[in-house]
């Protein structure tokens, strides 16, 4: 018999980013575990292929074109996810982008304010109409955001996108203490080196393969299917006592 507390069904999640990599390895396993799910990716074509694995597991699910960098495209992207589902008992604000490759020193303003705009603004836009719902509704609810190793490394050439996934694990700490006496609890997720749509570049580099490849204790590349069972826990009422944590998933990477 499964552990009961792993049981989703009647809870509804959103996952932007959803329509691959980290996202949808998320979205497929919370919805194989019975949760509702509403999708949010800027792919058209993606969000479709995406919606029909999801529905396989025969739950309602939803996929809807949003650019989270876009304020009037999150709110409304979100009434249409509460319309569908009802309700959100756990956001995932997982969207993100990558621009590297611009020495710090010759980086252009345009660049610095991509990687702000998806993987900061995002998450504002994103996670102020989602407590505004929960806390309207009474519902003790779950935010999770994808950060990242270079939260915490040195990322050569990557500045902005480094100081973004750290700025958000502040915010997860911050909001784990402000809504926490509303029963709703904030954590992070560090990936590390996850073979995706956004790293396909470096891991057909034959020369970055050579120096990271050694260094994680597993010897292999993570999968975005490694990331469905942490979202189920924090989606689940299991993790209902674990709150304001960067929870790290690299093959064992950042200690070896």
């Given at each position: 018999m499964?552990?009961?507390?792993?049981?989703?069904?009647?809870?509804s999640?959103l996952v932007t980013?959803g329509?691959?990599g980290i996202g949808?390895?998320?979205?497929?396993a919370?919805a194989?575990?019975g949760?509702?799910?509403?999708i949010?990716?800027r792919?058209?074509?993606?969000?479709?292929?995406s919606?029909?694995k999801l529905?396989?597991y025969?739950v309602k699910?939803?996929?809807?074109?949003?650019?989270?960098s876009?304020q009037?495209q999150?709110?409304?992207?979100?009434?249409?996810t509460i319309?569908?589902?009802?309700?959100v008992?756990?956001?995932f604000a997982n969207?993100?982008?990558?621009w590297l490759?611009?020495p710090?020193?010759k980086?252009s303003?345009?660049?610095?304010?991509?990687?702000f705009?998806?993987?900061?603004?995002?998450?504002?836009f994103?996670?102020?109409?989602t407590l505004?719902h929960?806390?309207?509704?009474g519902?003790?609810g779950?935010?999770?955001i994808t950060?990242?190793?270079s939260?915490?490394?040195?990322?050569?050439?990557?500045?902005?996108?480094?100081?973004?996934?750290?700025?958000v694990?502040s915010?997860v700490?911050?909001?784990?203490?402000?809504y926490?006496r509303?029963?709703i609890r904030?954590?992070?997720?560090?990936p590390?080196?996850?073979?995706t749509?956004m790293?396909?570049?470096?891991f057909?580099?034959?020369?970055?393969?050579?120096?990271?490849?050694?260094?994680i204790p597993?010897?292999r590349?993570?999968?975005?299917?490694?990331?469905?069972?942490i979202?189920?826990?924090?989606c689940?009422?299991?993790?209902?006592y674990?709150?304001?944590?960067?929870?790290?998933?690299?093959?064992g990477?950042?200690c070896?």
């Amino acid at each position: 018999m499964p552990y009961e507390q792993f049981d989703l069904t009647g809870k509804s999640v959103l996952v932007t980013g959803g329509n691959s990599g980290i996202g949808l390895g998320m979205a497929e396993a919370v919805a194989e575990a019975g949760a509702d799910v509403c999708i949010w990716g800027r792919n058209k074509e993606r969000n479709e292929t995406s919606l029909e694995k999801l529905q396989q597991y025969g739950v309602k699910a939803l996929a809807l074109e949003c650019d989270v960098s876009n304020q009037d495209q999150v709110n409304d992207c979100f009434s249409q996810t509460i319309d569908f589902l009802g309700k959100v008992d756990a956001c995932f604000a997982n969207a993100g982008t990558a621009w590297l490759g611009t020495p710090f020193h010759k980086m252009s303003l345009e660049e610095w304010h991509a990687i702000f705009g998806v993987n900061m603004d995002g998450v504002f836009f994103t996670l102020k109409p989602t407590l505004a719902h929960m806390l309207d509704q009474g519902i003790a609810g779950s935010i999770v955001i994808t950060s990242s190793l270079s939260a915490k490394y040195g990322m050569p050439t990557g500045e902005h996108y480094a100081a973004t996934k750290a700025g958000v694990l502040s915010i997860v700490r911050a909001m784990a203490v402000e809504y926490a006496r509303h029963g709703i609890r904030a954590n992070a997720i560090l990936p590390g080196w996850v073979d995706t749509n956004m790293t396909a570049p470096l891991f057909e580099n034959d020369k970055f393969k050579k120096n990271i490849m050694p260094r994680i204790p597993q010897r292999r590349w993570g999968e975005p299917k490694d990331f469905g069972p942490i979202a189920v826990y924090l989606c689940s009422d299991a993790s209902s006592y674990h709150s304001g944590d960067a929870l790290t998933i690299d093959g064992g990477y950042s200690c070896f």
